[in-house]
Nanobody, 124 residues
Framework: QVQLVESGGGSVQAGGSLRLSCPAY????????MGWFRQTPGKERDGVAA???????SYADSVKGRFTISQDNAKNTLYLQMNSLKPEDTAMYYC??????????????????WGQGTQVTVSS
């Protein structure tokens, strides 16, 4: 079992920055891939970024150049640095982890473990 707890969400103006954090607890040695997803009411959960155990990363086109996913293995923590935020980035952001090497299918929200979400609101 793996437990994920997101934090760092909040309200910012367009152009601002936020950093989301997601420490993992439990069988963290079994995690091969982690990712960030986001969801707005009435819409599907979309992949934002993912990172694999080999350090490879993937990003949605909408956030490339603005968001950076990283992890601190010593702290078992996943991060998402979000810069140049736009109103369309407003969503609930979820951290996810999986015991598989997700690779090219990172954007599919079928990870095995999920956090409770943290709200990000960007005003214009």
């Amino acid at each position: 079992q793996v437990q994920l707890v997101e934090s760092g969400g909040g309200s910012v103006q367009a152009g601002g920055s936020l950093r989301l954090s997601c420490p993992a607890y439990g069988y963290t040695y079994s995690i091969y891939s982690m990712g960030w997803f986001r969801q707005t009411p009435g819409k599907e959960r979309d992949g934002v970024a993912a990172i694999n155990s080999d350090g490879s990363t993937s990003y949605a086109d909408s956030v490339k150049g603005r968001f950076t996913i990283s992890q601190d293995n010593a702290k078992n923590t996943l991060y998402l640095q979000m810069n140049s935020l736009k109103p369309e980035d407003t969503a609930m952001y979820y951290c996810a982890a999986d015991m598989r090497f997700v690779g090219g299918s990172w954007f599919i929200p079928d990870f095995g473990y999920w956090g409770q979400g943290t709200q990000v609101t960007v005003s214009s």
